[in-house]
């Protein structure tokens, strides 16, 4: 009897996990949805029934669950991530609460496996997982030396008021969400700026590179960028790598590499786009080439859909992996 809670179920994100667990017919038993009180009540058809979102009480995570999905913010996480854990469940988070604790799992089911030291993972930032794909790839075929990434990222990682501000700003509003417009605007700021001029985004993508890939010491730097596009993110991944190679070469190995999907051949204008990676589950890569201001460096764009590989998709990868461990 496998039960299963899936918190945060009226969001962006959480609509998404439901919709994916359903399309892998992800097996469980029973399913419980919660959310925060102000969307409880809500009706949710799901499989042929309909379900009334409850709103998430701490006497509820002792509810025997074996496997909870939350992506309902950082501080529903930090109070009730643990709670359900000490009542017995497998916790796999989507916000940014846990991902950095030393003994908590963060994890790219083509990257990495749970080590289960506690029972929450963390899945790591969308930006973050659609480029520790390929990293992943180079990493085990050539070393890397350093990365740096400049990010494009999609309004709707910003939930459903990114999406409000891309739309309004098409009507003339002044946006809600953003310090300025994002219509026919680019945004060089996600997330808060840090004493060093970094925002938050950006030092989580370095961060959790080095933790997911476990390169301590890579030579990580990013910035990152919202533009006025409403979903998938597109990251240009400068990388270093330890060893000599061709672009020839690396089309070859991300072709023949599963965990990817290469789009490259620029004469007849094929590349990786956000709107051809949009409700779609892959990593696209292409338009690789060689940097020649640096040894053993290349350039790859890299495009994937944030709700889903970058959140929703993986998060259920992971309860899948963790499934598979616990049979
Ligand atoms: C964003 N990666 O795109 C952040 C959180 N989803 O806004």
């Known amino acids: 009897m496998t039960k299963l809670a899936v918190v945060g179920a009226t969001g962006l994100v959480g609509e998404k996990v439901l919709e994916v667990l359903d399309r892998k017919k992800v097996p469980f038993d029973e399913l ?29 995570t002792d509810g025997q669950f074996d496997y909870v999905i939350m992506s309902a913010g950082g501080s529903t996480s930090e109070k009730f991530a643990p709670l359900f854990e000490q009542h017995g469940a497998i916790v796999i988070d989507n916000s940014s609460q846990w991902r950095m604790h030393d003994e908590i799992d963060l994890v790219v089911p083509e990257v990495n496996q749970p080590t289960l030291n506690r029972k929450i993972i963390a899945n790591p930032n969308c930006s973050t997982i659609q480029s520790v794909v ?26 459903l008021a990114g999406r409000n501000d891309l739309s309004n700003g098409e009507k003339g509003e002044a946006p809600t969400n953003y310090p300025h417009p994002i219509y026919n605007n680019v945004l060089p700021h996600i ?4 004493e060093d001029g970094y925002t938050k985004e950006e030092q989580k993508m370095i961060d959790e590179t080095r933790k997911i890939l476990e390169q301590p010491n890579l030579n990580v730097t990013a910035t990152c960028v919202r533009v006025p596009v409403q979903d998938s993110h597109s990251v240009h991944i400068n990388v270093t790598l330890d060893k000599e190679t061709t672009v020839d070469e690396l089309k070859a190995l991300f072709k023949a590499d599963e965990r990817v999907v290469l789009v490259d051949n620029v004469e007849n204008n094929e590349y990786p786009l956000a709107i051809n990676s949009t409700g779609k589950d892959e990593v696209f890569v292409g338009r690789i080439r060689k940097d020649d201001s640096l040894d053993n460096t290349f350039h790859i764009w890299c495009t994937a859909d944030n709700l889903l590989k970058g959140a929703s998709l993986n998060a259920v990868q992971v ?8 049979n």
Request: aromatic share 10%; charged share 20%.
């Open 134 to 159: 390929p990293l992943k790839t180079l990493l085990d075929q050539y070393g890397l030396k350093r990365v740096a990434y400049t990010t494009y990222q999609a309004v709707s990682g910003s939930g």
């Open 319 to 326: 309860l899948e992996q963790v499934m598979k461990l616990n």
């Open 32 to 60: 419980v949805m919660f959310s925060s009180p102000r969307s409880a009540g809500k009706e949710i058809q799901f499989q042929g029934k309909t379900y009334i979102v409850e709103a998430l009480t701490e006497e509820k």
């Open 191 to 194: 997330d808060v700026f840090l």
